[in-house]
């Protein structure tokens, strides 16, 4: 089966990291996704959209959209922080398990730590962490991926992400070594980790069978260098437009599908164009977006 396209509430400038006075209402975010052509989203902020699961799975079904997960950060390097998170997740994994679906995408606190948030893009193993939190993530993804397993069914698919603890190649690497294959995939985000400095084809080839969901974001080089010459931290790229429209930046999305093909990844990939609210024309966007990969074949 082809992967099948989605998008997710952060096109429209939801994001997970601060409230927005100027969101959008979740009724016309779901109405522009369905009118770009799209057929599943993910959950956005938890209230974002409706949270009773009756509601929810009406408003979505109104409109031929399926839910697919949920972006969940939590502080994984600070073990006082893991309860909570471990909470957090039970929260939004009973709303995630009442509407069907398979997957919850589990991240660090991304921008959380200042000098991460400053260094997005230019990370150094100066910049990351040392083994005794290493293995205090690793035991929160561990936890918070086993109590998801048990009690819902769902598979923790970790997404690195830029201004992160896990952001570089090399510690999606080393977070994938210290997890539990059984329970941890990897939720490939294809900009995140451009910008991160890596390839995502070659991270494809590199872990296999951990690359679970996917994100389809491209990443403008132009903006991208500007960002690590001028020392902007993550949120001014973004406000800059690191994160464009498909095809329109670095990302080789014909090899990410190739490469996903002879996994015979049998999946969605959540087409993503991180924007802060106001930004842009989410709706046009959108439907180019959708355009380019039905140009792939999708």
Not at 89 to 94: C, I, K, L
Not at 103 to 112: G, M, Q, T
Request: proline share 5%; charged share 20%.
């Amino acid at each position: 089966m082809p992967i099948r396209i989605a998008t997710a509430p952060v096109s429209w400038g939801i994001l997970e990291f601060a409230g927005q006075s100027s969101q959008p209402p979740w009724e016309a975010v779901l109405d522009e996704m369905a009118a770009a052509g799209y057929t599943g989203t993910e959950l956005g902020p938890y209230g974002y959209l409706p949270t009773e699961p009756e509601a929810l799975r009406a408003a979505l079904a109104a409109r031929g959209l399926q839910l697919l997960s949920a972006f969940v950060p939590v502080r994984l390097a600070e073990p006082s922080s893991h309860a909570a998170g471990t909470e957090t997740a039970r929260r939004v994994g009973t709303l995630l398990a009442a509407c069907g679906c398979r997957h919850i995408v589990l991240s660090d606190d991304n921008a959380a730590d200042p000098n991460r948030l400053k260094r997005a893009g230019r990370i150094t193993p100066a910049d990351g962490l040392d083994d005794e939190s290493w293995r205090t993530l690793a035991e929160g993804v561990n936890t918070i991926a086993r109590k998801m397993k048990e009690a819902f069914g769902l598979e923790t698919v970790f997404h690195h992400h830029c201004a992160g603890f896990v952001e570089t190649p090399d510690e999606v690497a080393r977070l994938l070594e210290l997890t539990d294959p059984g329970t941890v995939g990897l939720c490939l985000d294809t900009g995140h980790y451009v910008y991160g400095g890596g390839d995502p084809v070659e991270c494809i080839y590199r872990h296999g069978a951990r690359v679970r969901y996917l994100h389809f974001k491209d990443a403008d080089p132009g903006v991208m260098a500007r960002a690590r010459t001028e020392g902007w931290d993550y949120f001014q790229a973004v406000a800059a437009g690191v994160f464009c429209e498909l095809g329109r930046g670095c990302v080789n999305f014909a090899d990410v599908i190739a490469a996903m093909n002879e996994l015979n990844y049998d999946g969605w990939a959540v087409v993503e164009q991180d924007i802060v609210a106001g930004m842009g024309t989410p709706l046009e966007s959108a439907r180019r977006n959708r355009e380019y990969l039905r140009g792939s074949g999708l």
